[in-house]
């Protein structure tokens, strides 16, 4: 029972008793009943527990009711409730003198209601009331999962957030800066005692309290939730809502991987180096600032990747896409785990990863693709995104921006299915691009003329086959999964096609000579798209 007793003096029939002395300590919280029937009935009474009695056991003893006074208000008993009409008809005064000087509440009961019916009345509000907090907290669950399962960015997080709680609530960053404050305390008040303890806590601030909740990253504390209520008593379910709400908060706003000070700070950085591309600032500004926030971003082995969209000439709904994919890319775990900096320029988001080795790009990989499908784009294509090599030092950052940025050109022009291409897979494309039509012509049917020249389903279904070979670099276990076949069945086509087209797949020649044929079939399917021909390209193409 978690009542105060100026609200269980509200419960019928508790209501038709009186608070006779004791006002003071109305706010002393009802934890427990118990009936006052042997003499040492203080040696057993618990913290915020109300006795009831007929004064029978004090009746002709005043002096002993001063003492049982002093010891329940010792034992932080509730209060005490007399029953008047059988020993008592009225409760004597030195008692009511020293109830009020204690601040202790004395209660006259009602004749004509047993303490069953008192104690009843009391459990069934509780009752109620438990209930109806229950559904309370139940209903505000339902608010919390609806505010998570939000896919778009909401910039008003932290008031949606306090009125799906019903508190006020307060934002604190893991240097203790202020990031939001609705409680209406000063901000220096609501700060004291900083730095705080890494746990749960309530605290008392002012006339105000709160329930505090830290954010925890890998153990290492990134900020507070505050949530204030001028409620006295809350239930355990209650601190477990605070809690699913700082866990949400701390989600969306990335608590858990960095605060919300740091970025900003990351946010001004990227401005740095989209000016410093755009030859706007000195590589040794740059650099300071990187010092200065503890940035290693420069100081090993890094690498870019570029990611943008196809939105057909709508400049503005490609922009709101990029900002989708920086927000995604900011609030992925593993993302955020590889420290990367992101910046929305003109040719798309870039990303710039510390640590470049080949085990993190692997990852970035597969990260980029959760990032995309993530999206969930209707009606639209999914970006695409050109990773770049590895580099050494802040003076490579414009070439492998450049690099990133025309491997990105070319994979969308040759309409390369994958969503993530790597620079290097189209280095020979960037080489040969200036080759003429008439010469690719002349090499590709070189190479693979018995091949082109059957137009049927067999020949088609053997040039696929073909080129995914090559782009699995020669591995028929991965070529198999990419074409959805059994590897003995892809075994058996590259064996056939070894001998139609008279190479030896072992061999390095030979594969960079099928490797430029396929990429010149790439280039002149490029040329006819943009020259819109559909003659003589097409009489290339088949």
């Known amino acids: 029972m978690y009542l105060t007793v100026e609200q269980a003096m509200s419960v019928y029939p508790l209501s038709e008793g009186k608070l006779v002395a004791g006002t003071e300590g109305r706010g002393r919280i009802v934890k427990s009943v118990n009936v006052m029937d042997a ?23 005043p002096e002993d009711a001063a003492q049982l006074l002093h010891k329940l208000n010792r034992r932080g008993s509730s209060g005490l409730g007399i029953k008047l009409g059988r020993f008592w008809d009225v409760i004597p005064q030195p008692m009511v003198a020293l109830a009020n000087d204690l601040g202790f509440p004395l209660i006259e009961l009602p004749y004509q209601f047993t ?3 008192q104690m009843n009345g009391l459990f069934r509000a509780e009752m109620q009331r438990n209930t109806h907090a229950l559904h309370t907290v139940v209903e505000k669950q339902k608010k919390l999962m609806r505010f998570a399962l939000q896919s778009d960015h909401n910039r008003q997080l932290f008031d949606d957030m306090s009125g799906v709680i019903g508190y006020p609530i307060a934002i604190v960053g893991s240097k203790g800066q202020m990031v939001y404050n609705a409680s209406g305390i000063a901000d220096s008040l609501l ?21 505090r909740v830290p954010f925890v990253k890998h153990q290492v504390n990134t900020g507070f939730a505050l949530f204030f209520t001028s409620e006295s008593i809350h239930m355990t379910i209650e601190e477990g809502l605070f809690y699913q ?59 870019c990747a570029l990611a943008d969209f196809s939105c057909n000439g709508d400049m503005s709904s ?64 999914l970006p695409k995104a050109a990773v770049g090599g590895r580099k050494s030092s802040l003076a490579d950052l414009k070439g492998a921006f450049a690099e ?41 049917n070189k190479i693979l003329g018995k091949l082109l020249a059957k137009d049927s389903d067999s020949a088609l279904e053997m040039l696929r086959t073909l080129e995914i070979y090559i782009e699995s670099d020669g591995q028929v276990n991965e070529a198999a999964k990419r074409l959805f076949v059994h590897r003995n069945t892809a075994a058996y086509r590259i064996e056939k096609l070894s001998e139609m087209l008279e190479v030896d797949f072992k061999k390095i020649n030979d594969l960079l000579r099928l490797k430029l044929a396929l990429l010149f079939r790439q280039l002149l399917a490029r040329d006819s798209a943009v020259s819109g021909s559909s003659g003589d390209s097409k009489k290339r193409l088949r």
């Open 245 to 303: 709400a700082a866990e949400l908060i701390s989600f969306h706003m990335n608590f858990r991987y960095e605060d919300y000070f740091e970025r900003s700070l990351h946010k001004d950085f990227g401005m740095l180096i989209k000016r410093y591309l755009n030859h706007g600032i000195a590589a040794d500004v740059l650099a300071d600032f990187a010092k200065k926030l503890d940035l290693e971003l420069f100081e090993g082995e890094f690498l």
């Open 115 to 117: 303490f069953s019916d």
């Open 39 to 61: 003499p040492d009935i203080t040696d057993w009474i618990k913290e915020g527990e109300m006795l009831f009695t007929t004064a029978f056991l004090i009746k002709d003893a």
């Open 318 to 381: 490609r922009q709101l896409l990029l900002e989708r994919l920086k927000d995604e890319y900011l609030s992925h775990p593993a993302v955020q785990e590889m420290n990367g900096i992101h910046v929305v320029m003109e040719e798309g988001v870039l990303s710039i990863y510390p640590n470049g080795r080949e085990e993190r790009t692997a990852r970035l990989t597969e990260l980029l693709h959760a990032c995309f499908n993530s999206m969930d784009i209707k009606g639209g294509e």
């Open 404 to 444: 990133v940025k025309e491997t990105l050109r070319m994979a969308l022009e040759l309409g390369i299915g994958e969503a993530v291409v790597f620079c290097h897979s189209l280095e020979l494309a960037y080489i040969f691009e200036q080759v003429s039509p008439e010469r690719m012509e002349l090499y590709c």
């Open 191 to 211: 700060l004291q005692g900083w730095p705080w303890l890494n746990r749960n806590q309530w605290m008392r601030i002012g006339q105000a309290q709160a329930f």
